[in-house]
């Protein structure tokens, strides 16, 4: 399994921009699919988004509230997904996770292994 490390959260006005980078250690990066979820305060973690590996066209799925403002993306060389976060909402307050898992669409926590430790995102309005 890969170990996976959270950076770039932070706090940001609403209608801010962020970036949060998930680094994966292991030689099987590239053949997973990977996932971001967050957990807001006092709330269940929930499914961001999540992009296939490359084989699979490296297709990008979405929750419907960060649809057209969210963007995943990933760099296999690098053993890096990117999250792109535009125009955010105080409601994307939250610890934002990254994941990995071996099955192409799922948005389900319990498809996901090797999580990372998580990164802080705070919105202020």
């Known amino acids: 399994q890969e170990q996976v490390l959270e950076s770039g959260g932070g706090l940001v006005q609403a209608g801010g921009s962020l970036r949060l980078s998930c680094a994966a250690s292991?030689?099987?990066?590239?053949?997973?699919?990977m996932g971001w979820f967050r957990q807001p305060p006092g709330k269940e973690r929930e499914f961001v988004a999540a992009?296939?590996?490359?084989?699979?066209?490296?297709?990008?799925y979405y929750t419907d509230s960060v649809k057209c403002r969210f963007t995943i993306s990933r760099d296999d060389a690098k053993n890096t997904v990117y999250l792109q976060m535009n125009n955010v909402e105080p409601e994307d307050t939250a610890v934002y996770y990254c994941?990995?898992?071996?099955?192409?669409?799922?948005?389900?926590?319990?498809?996901?292994?090797?999580w990372g430790q998580g990164t802080q995102v705070t919105v202020s309005s």
């Open positions: 994941a990995a898992t071996d099955i192409a669409g799922s948005n389900y926590a319990a498809d996901f292994h090797s």
């Open positions: 292991g030689p099987t990066f590239s053949s997973y699919a």
């Open positions: 992009i296939t590996n490359t084989w699979r066209g490296g297709r990008t």
